[in-house]
C-alpha cells in the first residue's frame, strides 16, 4: 500500500547522509488502543497540548542529531490517517534531514515491531525503539543510548532506579478483581530499576532476536527481553524522569504539565 511505505519529505536544512554512511534509525510501534486512559482515539493520536502524541514522540527522537530514519508503526486501518497526521505536523528545522515512514502494525506489540524493522534501510546499523506513549523523552537520553550502542553494547535500555517498594504476589487468584493477593517476597528495592525508551540495538542482533521469538502470545513485554532471551547482555544508561510513559489518565495532566513548562522556559 503506497501510503504505508513513502517517506515524508525531509524537514529543515541539510540534506540526508551519503548512502554509504551507517544511520541510526527509530522504530516507534503506536498500534495500540490505550484503553487504560479510556474510550477514544488510539492512546498515540490522544492531543497534548492540542498536539497528537505520536506527533511529540517523533519529534523527541527526531532531535537526537544521530537519527536519521523514524518508522511509525500505525494501527491495522490508520496507516493513511498517521501519515496524514504527520504531514500536517512536519519536523521542526532543528530536527535536521529526518525521514518518516509509516508502516501497518500488526496484532501485538511484537509483531509490529517486526514489521517496522522489515523496512529499515541497508544503510542502518543502530536500531532504536521507542515507545509512542512516551512523548517527552529527551534528546540526550536517545543519544545516550545510541552512543552506548556504537561503544559496543548489543542492547542498551535507559532506566531509573525503582524508590518505591516493591512486592512479589503469587499466581493472581481466579476471584473478582480486586480481591486480596499473598505476598510471596519483598526484592532488595536497590537492585531495581525502572525501564524507558528509547530502548538501542545493534541491528543483527535486534533481527535475530526477533527472527527467534515465538509467534504466538505477546511475547516479551519490551524488546530488550527477547535479546536477553538469546543470551546476549543488556546494559542500563541512566534514563530521564520526563521520559514517562503516559498510561493513565494522570499521566496525560503530568505530561501537560511538563509540556507547558518546556514551552514556557525552552521555548520547546
Known amino acids: 500500500m503506497p501510503e504505508e511505505e513513502t517517506p515524508a519529505v525531509p524537514a529543515g536544512p541539510g540534506s540526508p547522509a551519503p548512502a554509504d554512511t551507517p544511520r541510526t534509525a ?14 477514544g482515539a488510539p492512546k498515540a493520536l490522544r492531543p497534548l497540548g492540542g498536539i497528537p502524541m505520536l506527533v ?18 500505525a494501527p ?7 501519515r496524514t497526521i504527520l504531514d500536517e505536523h512536519p519536523l521542526p528545522d532543528s530536527a535536521g534531514a529526518t525521514d518518516v515512514v509509516v508502516v501497518t502494525g500488526g496484532a ?4 509490529s515491531v517486526a514489521r517496522g524493522l522489515g523496512v529499515l534501510t541497508d544503510d542502518v546499523d543502530v536500531v532504536l525503539v521507542h515507545d509512542a506513549a512516551r512523548p517527552l523523552v529527551p534528546a540526550e537520553t536517545v543519544e ?4 552506548a550502542v556504537r561503544d559496543g553494547a548489543p542492547a542498551v535500555v535507559p532506566a531509573l532506579p525503582v524508590t518505591d517498594t516493591v512486592k512479589q504476589v503469587a499466581s493472581p487468584p481466579g476471584g473478582a478483581a ?35 521469538a515465538p509467534a504466538e502470545g505477546e511475547g516479551a513485554t519490551d524488546d530488550a527481553g ?6 546476549v547482555p543488556v546494559v542500563l544508561v541512566p534514563g ?10 494522570l499521566d496525560l495532566v503530568l505530561a501537560e504539565a511538563v509540556l507547558a513548562r518546556r514551552r514556557a522556559t525552552d521555548g520547546f
Open 240 to 249: 530521564h524522569e520526563e521520559a514517562f510513559k503516559v498510561t493513565r489518565p
Open 178 to 212: 480486586g480481591a486480596p493477593e499473598p505476598v510471596v517476597a519483598t526484592p532488595e528495592r536497590s537492585l531495581l530499576r525502572a525501564v524507558q525508551t528509547p530502548q538501542g540495538f545493534d541491528r543483527d542482533t535486534l533481527l535475530k532476536a526477533h527472527a527467534q
Open 26 to 39: 527509530v522504530v516507534i510501534p503506536a498500534a495500540g488502543r490505550g484503553v487504560r486512559l479510556g474510550r
Open 76 to 82: 491495522p486501518d490508520g496507516a493513511a490517517a498517521v
Open 144 to 147: 545516550a543510548v545510541v552512543a
Open 108 to 111: 501485538t506489540r511484537q509483531e
Open 56 to 73: 511529540h514522540a517523533v519529534r523527541a527522537v527526531a532531535r537526537a542529531r544521530t537519527v536519521r530514519l523514524v518508522v511509525v508503526v
Open 226 to 231: 527477547l535479546v536477553e532471551r538469546m543470551g
